[in-house]
């Protein structure tokens, strides 16, 4: 770079155009030294994971709808991080747990999101980023969640639906389910 000459940055693409399938945020600057800061192990996650659906939800150690604004904040970590959050949440059985919460949601609010949206975005951003997590998760019947969750009453939550759905027809298989 010198004189005369332009930085080229690639652009992202619009929020609003590809929903949920944005591109996951770079690992952190300070985090990049893997020998470091060693990323968590598949095996760690899928621990986390476990503990996350089958001990602190069951016995509501926390109020549910932040608990699953955590387990949110995991799968959308990083590029490098996020497949594993992923692969420990399907492996741990917490699609269908999550599936049990979109069908009797809680009245408790986090963030202004109560329960049902949280699943959604969950599921769909799982749906947007990930072909592993995508394939399984079609197999398991999630696009049918989905498309409920455009008719909602909570306009959040229809919105939310929505923006998952531009995610998963962002890539061949799904569109090829949705329509």
Excluded at 32 to 43: C, G, I, V
Excluded at 100 to 120: A, K, L, T
Excluded at 124 to 133: D, K, N, P, V, Y
């Amino acid at each position: 770079l010198g004189p005369g000459q332009d930085l080229k940055v690639k652009s992202l693409p619009d929020p609003s155009v590809v929903g949920l399938a944005y591109p996951l945020a770079p690992v952190e600057y300070a985090l990049r030294n893997e020998r470091r800061h060693p990323p968590p192990t598949d095996q760690e996650m899928y621990r986390e994971m476990f503990r996350i659906f089958h001990i602190a939800l069951p016995q509501q150690l926390f109020q549910r709808s932040y608990i699953l604004s955590i387990i949110y904040h995991h799968i959308n970590r990083n590029r490098r991080d996020s497949p594993g959050w992923q692969r420990g949440l399907i492996k741990s059985g917490g699609v269908k747990i999550l599936l049990g919460i979109w069908n009797e949601p809680g009245v408790d609010v986090v963030d202004g999101q109560n329960d049902r949206y949280w699943v959604i975005a969950i599921l769909g951003r799982m749906l947007g980023t990930s072909s592993e997590s995508r394939i399984q998760l079609i197999r398991n019947g999630v696009v049918d969640v989905i498309l409920q969750a455009t008719k909602d009453s909570d306009q959040e939550v229809r919105g939310c639906a929505i923006s998952a759905l531009k995610g998963l027809t962002q890539h061949p298989e799904g569109r090829d389910v949705v329509t």
